[in-house]
Structures are given as C-alpha cells and as structure tokens.
C-alpha cells in the first residue's frame, strides 16, 4: 500500500488540480463552513470550518472533499428512485412490511444503480487531483457519510450511516459512494428519522472522501468537550484504543479513559489530567494489504494492553483542542480524534455537537439511590445516572434481536447502533465491551436508558429471565446487583434556591461521584475522605508499596503486581492514583476550597487493605487506637504517610489544584500537631509553602479545651460531631446498645460546639463543621448558625434541604436582632 504524510497536504489550493473546483457535485472540505450543512451534510461542514478556521490555532484536519447534496440527488433522479422508496416506506408505516425487509429494499436501490457519469467523473478528477497533491499516484482515503440533517443542535445522526476506511483506488472510491449512499437507509436511520419527525427524502447524503490517517500504525478515539455522564462542563473526555477509531465508536473494545479539566489545561505548567484509566484493549483494527476498503480485526499483544495509548502531553493537546473547538462553535461537542503512526501527529477528524447533557434542564437535579444493599455480580463504565431493574434477556446473535421483551433488561456483547430500536424498548443494557464513549453509550444516553457497559463477562455470567438491578447512581462506574432490589428517585429543584451567609458545603467520598454534584451551589467541600479514596481505587496497604519485601502473602503480592501495572513502582501507583482522585473531587468545585483529609484508618480498616494485615496491630479499641495524627510522624507508618504528602502535593502543584486545603484527623496535643506538620514539612508539602492551608478536625475534647494553642497552628477548624460526641458523651458511635444515647444535640455537645466557635473566632480562624449532624436534623443546622458557624458541610443529597433550613434559621436570627 502506498502511504503518504498528512500534514503535508492538508490545505492545498484546490484550483491548482482542478480547475473548475468540482461543479455542482464536489466541494473542497478547505472551501466548506458550518454554515453549508444543506450541501454538504452536518459532518463535512465542520471538516471544512475547522479547516478554515482553527487550523491556524494548530489544529490539524485530514485535507480533502465532500461530494455534495447535488450529487446524491443526481442519482436519485437518474435512477427514478424516489417513487418505489416513497412506497417502502409508505408500506412500512402501514404495517405491511418490517423495518428490516423496508430497509434492504431501498438499500437494494442505491446498491444497484451506478452513479450518474458527470457525478462519478468529478469524484474520479477530484480523487486524481487529491492523490496529485500528495504526490503520489494513488492515496488512501476515508470515505464517510455525512446526512444533510445531521449532528444538528437537538438531534444526533452520528453512527446511523457507513464510514469505509483504507480505500485504495478508483473503482474503490465509487463503490464506497454508492454503499455510503446506501446507508442512508440503514434499519436504524430509518427508524430514527421516524422517530424525530424528519421525511425521508428530504434528508440528502454528503460523502466526506479524506486522506487517510494512519492511526492503524498508532491509535484512535473519541472526545467530548464536557463529561457526557453528568454534563460537567469543565473537563474533556477522552476515550482511546490501538489501530483505527472504530472499535472505540463502535465500542468493541474496552478503551482507555482520560479526564482532563479545561480551565488548567491552557496553562502550560499544569498538568490537571484528573483519570487516566487503563483499558484492556484486547483488539485492534487495521488496514488490510491491498485497499478497497479492506481491514482486519486482530490481537493486541501483551505491551500494548498494558501501556496507555497516549503519553500526557498527547492527552493535554487534544484537551487544548477541544477547548478551542468548543469555543468556536459555541457549544458542547462531540469528537473523534486519530493519531498517524508515521508522523506521530494527532488530527481531528470528525467534530459534531453533542446533543445530550448540553441539552438537560440544569435547574432540576434527579437523584436515585437504592434502598438495601445487594451482592454485586459485575461493573463496568456507568452510562446515565438512574437505576433500573427487571429480567435478563440474553441476546448473542443480533439475528436474535426480535425475540427481545419489553421492560426487560438487554444482555449483549455489545450494543450495535443497529440494536437502537430494541434498546428503547430495555429498562436497563448492559454489555462485555464498549466504554463510556462508544456509540452504544451515546444512544443510550440520548434513550435515557441507564446502561453498564464493558463488563467484559455479563453474557458469561448472566443467564436468561435472571432478575438484576443496575445502578448508575453510584459514579463512573456502575454496578449490576443480583436481584430486583428497591430504589427511590427524587427530583431537587435547584433553579430558585435562597441565597445564605452561612457557607454550605458538601461532604465527598468518591472521586468518582465527584462530577455528580457540580450544579449544587456549594461553597466547595468541607470533607473529602482520603481513605475512601485509598481503599476504593488504590486497595493496597500504603506500607505494602513502600515495603514489599515485608508482605508475605503470595496472593497480596499477586493483586499488587496487577493493580500497579503500567507504573514505575508501587510508590509511584499510590502517589499517582491518590493524586488523581483528589483532583478530580477539586476539579469538580474548582476554584472554591476544597478540604482534604489526610486518612483515618483504624488499624482494623488498614488490616483489611491488600498486604494490610502485617504491617498492622490488633488493638481491642481501634476507635481509640492508633489512627489520624498519631499514625503520621510514627516509624510504623512514617513512610507511608509520606506518600500521602507527595500526592497532596502533586495534585496541587503538579496538577494545578491549588484549591486543595490539607486537614489533620484525631490530633490530640499540640505537641502532636507540631511533629505532624514538620513531618509534612519534610516531604516540601509545609504549611503555607505554595500558599497551603492546613486545618485541623476538631473532634476530641482536648481540641476545644486547648483551642487556643491549636489555633496557633492551623489555618481553619471542621468540627467533626460523630467523634466529638462520642467522646464527650462516653458513648461507642458503633454500639447499636447504646444508640438510644448518641445524640449531637446533647447539651454537653451543643455547648461544647458553641464554645469552640466563640473561641476560634477570637483567635481569627475560621470553624466549620463536617460531621453527620446538619444533614440529618434541621433544627441543628439552626443552632450552628444562631452562633455564627462560618460553614457546614453537607451530604449531597440532604443540600436543598438543610439549605432552606438554614435560610430560615438565618431569616429568624436576622429579625430577631
């Protein structure tokens, strides 16, 4: 095969080769803009405006041209088309044929006919004259279908019609026009057109005919400029595989996934790439030897699944890029990217708008939660935020898909965009491969049909009229649970909220939920749990990685040499992982602070983390054992504390999030805080270096009857109510005997609470609070702000709620001076 440079050719003067540009049946994407949609079809006219207008900003396009609406009517008319695909159709909607028969019918009629001869012409004279600007006798090329109403504002086509890739001379290059001509007839363009009320032949076919970039040789992938799961419009999404793109749109494959945030990405010292998540990208599409529109699906080997398809810097350009096109156009997009094997550039190849999450009401909020726990059976990449449930129906073959039942749950390999009629029907779908950018989850998405996707054994492990629950409600990933277990939904309006002086923030467990909440108008985080975070993405004790040769267990070992794949070393898997995961929750209320707390394991807690049970004590009392600060300057966690310090300190520094406030747990003597924060000091991660803020939990008793010398120490207090009840009261939070007595609104506490604040203030810091309390009863809320709380961090999904309880306490207080 005859190969060629892409950025050699990309904007070469059209006129040069072909004198007459084309005539009515040919436009160069370099002379095509957004605005020509009625002739060229919604994709080729973004070729050709990012062409012509970002090119300049380095964005580069695969150069070529677009066979115009003209020429498919040309065929039309020549063929007299129009008369039996009118009646197809007419036949359909009367019941007296099926979707699958009307559409081989009309696709027989393209298929058959041979282009008109001045149409096939320009397309010969204009592929001779491309393959001339490359200097090369013959190129390969992309041909992709482009529909006439597509990828507009409210409604996207992407999928519904053919692309052909590797296409290798003359008579290859026609063949593809007549079955992209085609696909605008395919069984699910039929029925979505259909659906939106579009008339069939008033939708024409553009073909958009490129140079072929050689991401068989590199690799490929999706990008959207705005999280598709929850509309966050801060960050890009960026899925990727080897060989070509297909297998990513189509979601055959399980793709790597990166997060980027925007607002940092254009400073060149920051590196804000919030996830970088390691697919298994088991296979690979890539050119067959000889053209005419010939590819292989292979293998990968071993190196490639275990190293990502992009280094940093590659991710961050294509970051970049997508902020620039997104300003362009004035709205959210949809993009797919592909990268040449021969001269490591990275190109766009296709930009539409995204038609989903840009279009949601943002002044509601729905929320779902289940109301029992459930024995998990499988995860995979979450597509939506809902839960649903019901029976399994296993479909293998797609020729199976007429068997399917309403109201069921699909099971499948994976969720081809021809499945589209079916997957309107499904209370939830769940598949082997796909990630959370492939066609199949943008359909779903659109559907509002709650999908897991990516599984890589649901149809293994899964069986027929088997009752599951899915839920999407707990993050990025989702789970599907054994058995219908009940959920409930609300809807929070979140449009007309009061304004407060007390500042309301939200307590964070799950990077990956972190996104779910950005439309809440929260003052930042008042609590993020750095031990959720260590226990649900990274699960290997800290001290395991510093100190392998200790861990003893031939399995602990195992599962650490899997999970710390692709990284230098266990040190640099926990600092890297850790570091993500906070960033990604201070990406979510960037620039607003968002309060990290160093972790808070029990010993028992850490005993349980893989490699855990060596490195830790057995303690008859772990509530009051060897946890929080005490943990943090001792030789038995020393090392480990240190790589917590150094992910602190690469998200903020590193990445950019300087939005990130350190908080030390269970400090019991000043004397404790001042070894804590020179261990902090000795790892560059120091009070104030970088402009760090350091606050401390005021949880013991020993914290309020000393506030004074504390406050010498720290930036800021969070009253933590859970442990500082306890503590007062005598009485184990985890006793179910004693719950009757923990109560937050004991006297002992309140006044206790009151007198810290009063204190506090007077030594010119600032106190919130972070424990369970507010969220749970209303009129405690009112007490914290009747004396002058400067914040309250809140559980998500108690905000609204506790927000109008303390407009009204504040309402109340306001009137009563």
């Not at 592929?127 to 597509?150: F, I, P």
């Not at 600032?766 to 309390?773: E, L, R, S, T």
Request: charged share 25%.
């Amino acid at each position: 095969m005859q190969t060629h440079s892409i950025s050699a050719v990309q904007t070469p003067p059209a006129d040069a080769f072909l004198a007459d540009g084309g005539g009515p049946y040919i436009v160069w994407l370099e002379n095509a803009r957004k605005t020509d949609v009625a002739s060229v079809g919604g994709k080729n006219a973004s070729l050709g405006e990012m062409i012509s207008a970002l090119q300049h900003r380095g964005i580069r396009v695969p150069g070529g041209f677009a066979t115009t609406a003209n020429a498919y009517r040309a065929l039309v008319e020549a063929h007299d088309i129009r008369s039996p695909l009118n009646a197809s159709i007419e036949a359909f909607r009367a019941g007296q044929s099926t979707l699958q028969d009307t559409g081989e019918a009309i696709r027989r009629l393209f298929l058959d006919a041979d282009l008109p001869e001045d149409v096939a012409a320009a397309i010969r004279d204009a592929y001779r004259a491309l393959s001339r600007r490359s200097g090369k006798k013959e190129v390969a090329l992309a041909v992709r279908s482009s529909a006439t109403a597509e990828d507009l504002a409210d409604a996207s086509f992407a999928g519904q019609q053919e692309t052909f890739l590797n296409v290798l001379g003359e008579r290859a290059l026609l063949d593809a026009c007549r079955r992209c001509y085609a696909s605008l007839f395919t069984d699910r363009a039929i029925a979505y057109r259909e659906a939106k009320g579009f008339d069939h032949l008033d939708v024409a076919l553009s073909i958009g005919i490129q140079l072929m970039v050689r991401s068989d040789l590199a690799g490929a992938g999706v990008m959207f400029s705005i999280d598709p799961e929850t509309g966050f419009p801060d960050v890009a999404v960026i899925s990727a595989a080897w060989g070509l793109g297909e297998t990513v749109v189509q979601g055959s494959v399980d793709p790597d996934d990166y997060v980027v945030f925007k607002p940092l990405a254009m400073n060149g010292y920051c590196h804000p790439i919030v996830e970088k998540r390691l697919g298994e990208k088991a296979r690979k599409l890539i050119y067959a030897s000889g053209g005419s529109a010939r590819t292989n699906i292979v293998d990968t080997v071993s190196s490639e699944r275990s190293r990502f398809v992009l280094e940093d810097e590659e991710i961050l350009e294509l970051t970049r890029w997508a902020i620039i096109i997104e300003e362009h156009y004035g709205q959210p997009m949809d993009m797919e990217w592909a990268k040449d094997g021969e001269t490591g550039e990275l190109f766009i190849v296709q930009a539409r708008p995204e038609t989903v999450q840009s279009l949601r009401d943002t002044t509601t909020l729905r929320t779902y939660r289940l109301e029992r726990s459930g024995t998990p059976l499988l995860t995979g990449a979450a597509v939506g935020e809902a839960i649903a449930s019901g029976e399994v129906c296993l479909i293998r073959d797609p020729k199976d898909i007429v068997g399917f039942r309403d109201g069921a749950v699909l099971v499948a390999e994976m969720t081809d965009p021809d499945w589209v009629p079916v997957m309107k029907r499904a209370a939830g779908i769940i598949t082997d491969h796909g990630g959370a950018t492939s066609h199949a989850a943008i359909v779903s998405r659109e559907l509002g049909v709650p999908a897991i996707v990516g599984t890589g054994t649901a149809t293994q492990l899964l069986h027929e009229g088997q009752a599951v629950t899915l839920s999407c409600a707990e993050g990025d990933r989702g789970t599907v649970y054994d058995g219908e277990i009940p959920f409930r939904n609300e809807e929070l309006s979140i449009g007309e909220l009061p304004e407060v002086g007390t500042e309301l923030m939200v307590n964070v467990a799950s990077p990956s939920a972190a996104f779910r909440w950005w439309r809440l108008p929260s003052s930042g985080v008042g609590l993020a749990r750095m031990e959720f975070i260590i226990s649900n993405l990274i699960k290997v004790h800290p001290m395991a990685l510093v100190h392998p040769e200790q861990v003893r267990d031939a399995e602990a070992h195992r599962q650490i040499d899997a999970l710390t794949q692709g990284f230098p070393d266990g040190k640099a898997y926990f600092i890297e992982t850790l570091a993500r995961g906070i960033a990604r929750i201070a990406a979510a209320h960037y620039p607003k602070p968002v309060i990290v707390r160093l972790s808070d394991f029990k010993t028992n807690e850490y005993a349980h983390l893989i490699g855990g049970a060596g490195f830790e004590p057995t303690e008859e009392n772990p509530m009051l054992g060897f946890r929080g600060a005490s943990r943090y300057y001792d030789e038995r966690y020393r090392d480990g504390f240190g790589l917590e310090c150094r992910a602190l300190k690469r998200a903020r520094e590193h990445m950019g999030f300087k939005n990130i406030i350190a908080m030390v747990p269970f400090c019991r003597t000043p004397l404790e805080a001042d070894k804590v924060l020179a261990e902090m000091s000795r790892h560059g991660f120091g009070r104030h270096d970088e402009g760090l803020q350091v606050y401390m939990m005021c949880e013991i008793p020993s914290n309020v009857i000393l506030a004074e010398d504390f406050a010498a120490r720290f930036d800021g207090f969070s009253i933590g109510s859970n442990d500082l009840t306890q503590l007062l009261l005598g009485v184990d939070r985890d006793s179910a005997l004693l719950a009757p007595l923990f109560d937050e609104r004991n006297e002992a506490v309140t006044r206790t609470i009151a007198d810290v604040i009063q204190r506090a203030h007077a030594c010119g810091i600032k106190v919130g609070i972070c424990g369970q309390a507010p969220s749970d009863h209303p009129d405690f809320a009112a007490f914290l702000v009747d004396h002058g709380i400067d914040s309250i961090s809140l559980n998500p999904d108690s905000f609204v709620s506790t927000l109008l309880h303390v407009a009204k306490a504040e309402h109340t207080r306001s009137e009563g001076r």
